[in-house]
Every structure is written in C-alpha cells, then in structure tokens.
C-alpha cells in the first residue's frame, strides 16, 4: 500500500491518542530496506518503509520505456552461487537465461571478455592455451621490482601488457578518473583470466534477468507493507522515529551522524539515456565496454537484449563516470586507507547507536552486489528474530 499522506495521517491519529503502530521504519526502499520488510511482515511485524526518491527499489530500479525494461542505475545482472539466495529471488519473479558476456571495443576493434582465449586468438592470432599463457608468461617480465607499487603494474603482472594497453588501461582511468600508475594495486586483486573458449563473465553457477524488470520484485516483496516515497529521512527524522520501535537504516553512515568524522568518498555515474527510432539492434549485446582513453564513457547498455527483445525501436544508455560531489548518486566506495578508517570510526558509532540497524551498501560503505546485499539483509533478519 502506498500512504502518501501519512503525516497527516498519523497527526491526526496521535491527537485522538492513538497508539503508533509500526515494529519497523525502513529508511531505503531499496534490496536490502525491502527484504528486511518483507521478511518482518512475514513475522507479523509492522513495517513502514521511506524513500527520499520517487519510485522503490533503489538502484536495481527498471522503468518499461517503448517496451523495453531499461535499468535506470546501470546494468543490473543476477548472479550467485548459492542455491538458497536463487531459490529466494525466484520466489519473486521468473528469470531468464541471458547470460553476461559483455565485449571491449576499443578504437573499433572488438574483443571478448572476460579474458579468454577468444580474446587471445583475436589480440596474438594463438590458437592453445599454452600458447596463450606463453604469450602473457614473456610479457610479465617487463615488471623487473620486486614490490607491486600501483595498479598498472599490478595488472600487467597479472595479464602482460597488450592486454594491459588495450582493455584495461584507458576503461580503469576513466573509471577512477586518474592515471593507472597512480592508482593503488589494490584495485584489481583479481582478474578474470580463462584459459578457455568461455565468453561467460561469471563463474557463478546461477545467473539472469528477471522477466518484467526488477521493480516488479521489489514490488512483490513490498505487498501489504506501507510505503512513502519522496521522503527525506533527514527532513522528519525526530517525527518519523516516534512511529516505530526500530529503525532499519540503509541510507549513508556518515551521513546519520551528520559526518562528524568527516564525509567519506565514492565515484559517481552519469546515465545518458537515449530512444534510437532508427534501428532496431544498434550494438548487437547488452554490454559493450569502450576501453580507449578517448570515449568519454565507459560503456554503452542496449537493454533489450537482456531480454532477448524484438521491439522494432531500441533504448541505450551511456555511462560516465564521474567524480562524486553531494549533489550526485554515490556508487561506488572508495575503499582507500583513508576512507576506510573513517568508516571503522561511523562503525563504533553506529554499533552502540540504540534500536537502529545498520545494512545495505551505504551503510556498511561497501560494494554489494545483489545476492550478496539479499543474504547480508537475510542473514541480519535471523540475528533480529534469532
Ligand atoms: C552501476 C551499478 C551496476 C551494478 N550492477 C550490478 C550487477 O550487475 N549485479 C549485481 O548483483 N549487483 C549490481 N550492482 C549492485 C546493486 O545495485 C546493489 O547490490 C544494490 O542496489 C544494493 O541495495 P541497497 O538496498 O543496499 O542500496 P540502494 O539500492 O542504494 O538502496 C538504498 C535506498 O535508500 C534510499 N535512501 C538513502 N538515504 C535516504 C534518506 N536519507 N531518506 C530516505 N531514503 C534514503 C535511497 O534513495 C535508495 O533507494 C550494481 C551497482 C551499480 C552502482
């Protein structure tokens, strides 16, 4: 249900005296705000759930334009190995069978990722792994240290340079809007290498898309519970709080405590979003990442192949990366020493704070995917009811 109105509602119920009602206020309509909701009114708790924007589901929001389900915040693809977070998600809604295997194209030439060997056959013409591995094996020499110092080096000595040069370099310094070598190493820990012809980005062993778009799970999860939208947690704080025993809050740590140690940093995104009536297939797959350093944006989305859509008229969206400011959405943490400490100080804070919880991806300041944000909000649901 949607109360759209409820101040007034609960005004008007508290001067005839009556009780407030709610077990919960759920500060973020998003994926962890709405599981917790939905596993509380499960358990015959009432919830109330607010969101400062005006539509549910956080960022895993999609929005049906010319009857394609775009992703407004970026492309969003289910993935996890655990069984139980797959059969808990399909409870919500039927998923597909797209599977994630974005491209690179970098100043035209199109390469497969993750790195595979498609993607070494078509840089070095090498058709075996041991090839392959050869040929990476002789460009890691070039890094002669002994300590990796900067990110640069780190992927180099993971991938060698060509790979380095042509799909890494110019996407990362985009993405981080500085030079490789002055980005920390501790960026890339990992890259996904495969000595296979497997164009699957994940290893996970389930993977989708939702048939409908995600809002629609977001939708099922917050049936029968109460919902306000355009509502600025900070705006009613002292009044919203009198409305229920406990605060489940996924809005910013730093922010709750009126970042008294200082405000802590992200990158930001800028979404262009555009209706071609021209054609029908503009890229030809649903991700394809622009790796040189002379595209502005790091990666182009055609959404309806996420769907496998047939619509005569196609929608994409440009992504551009971008320094946070506190105008803008914060995506992605910035998980330096800096950043870090704070964070461990807003914790100490928030672990003795009374009657409010702490989750999701702005308040633990960490990045969650998707299955992982659904068994990090289960998982806070089995201490709460434990
Ligand atoms: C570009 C991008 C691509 C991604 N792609 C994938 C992917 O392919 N696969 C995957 O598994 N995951 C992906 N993710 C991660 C996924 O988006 C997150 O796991 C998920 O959205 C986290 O949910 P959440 O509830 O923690 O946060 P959010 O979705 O951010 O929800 C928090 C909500 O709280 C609200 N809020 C904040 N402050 C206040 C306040 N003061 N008052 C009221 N409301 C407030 C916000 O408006 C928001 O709706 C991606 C993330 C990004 C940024």
């Given amino acids: 249900m949607l109360v759209k109105n409820l101040y007034n509602y609960y005004s008007t119920k508290q001067q005839k005296g009556d009780v407030i009602v709610y077990d919960y206020l759920i500060v973020g309509a998003g994926l962890f705000g709405s599981t917790f909701a939905h596993e509380a009114h499960k358990r015959d708790k009432k919830c109330l759930v607010i969101d400062k924007r005006d539509h549910i589901a956080g960022n895993v929001y999609t929005e049906e334009i010319e009857g394609i389900q775009v992703h407004k915040y970026g492309a969003h693809i289910f993935h996890t190995n655990s069984k139980k977070i797959w059969d808990y998600i399909n409870q919500f809604a039927e998923f597909n069978r797209y599977t994630n295997s974005p491209v690179a194209n970098y100043r035209g030439e199109i390469y497969n990722l993750p790195f595979n060997m498609n993607t070494f056959n078509k840089l070095w013409g090498v058709s075996t792994p041991q090839q392959a591995k050869e040929k990476i094996e002789e460009q890691k020499k070039t890094i002669t240290g002994s300590t990796i110092t900067n990110l640069e080096e780190q ?45 699957n980005y994940f290893n996970d062993r389930y993977q989708g898309i939702p048939i ?3 809002t629609k799970i977001i939708e099922k999860m917050l049936n029968g519970i109460d919902v306000q939208l ?22 910013m740590i730093d922010q709750y405590f009126q970042y008294c140690y200082g405000r802590l940093e992200y990158r930001s995104l800028h979404f262009d979003t555009k209706i071609l009536d021209d054609t029908d297939n503009f890229q030809g797959n649903a991700v394809v990442n622009y790796t040189d350093d002379i595209t502005p944006f790091t990666r182009i989305i055609e959404h309806k192949h996420f769907e496998f859509g047939t619509q005569e008229h196609t929608v994409i969206t440009e992504e551009y990366p971008k320094e946070w400011t506190v105008d803008d959405e914060p995506y992605y943490p910035i998980n330096n020493s800096k950043n870090t400490e704070m964070y461990k100080q807003y914790k100490e804070l928030a672990d003795i704070e009374e009657n409010v919880i702490f989750g999701g991806r702005l308040a633990t300041y960490k990045y969650y995917d998707m299955h992982q944000v659904i068994g990090a909000a289960l998982a806070t649901i089995d201490k709460e009811f434990s």
């Fill in 155 to 199: 992927a180099i000595s993971i991938v060698g340079t060509d790979i380095y040069e042509k799909l890494i370099k110019g996407y990362t310094e985009k993405q981080w809007g500085r030079p490789a070598n002055e980005l920390p190493a501790f960026i890339i820990k990992r890259l996904p290498v495969r000595f296979t012809y497997d164009n």
């Fill in 212 to 214: 409908g778009g995600y």
């Fill in 230 to 251: 355009n509502t600025d947690y900070f705006d009613h704080k002292e009044k919203l709080d009198r409305l229920a025993d406990k605060v489940v809050y996924t809005g």
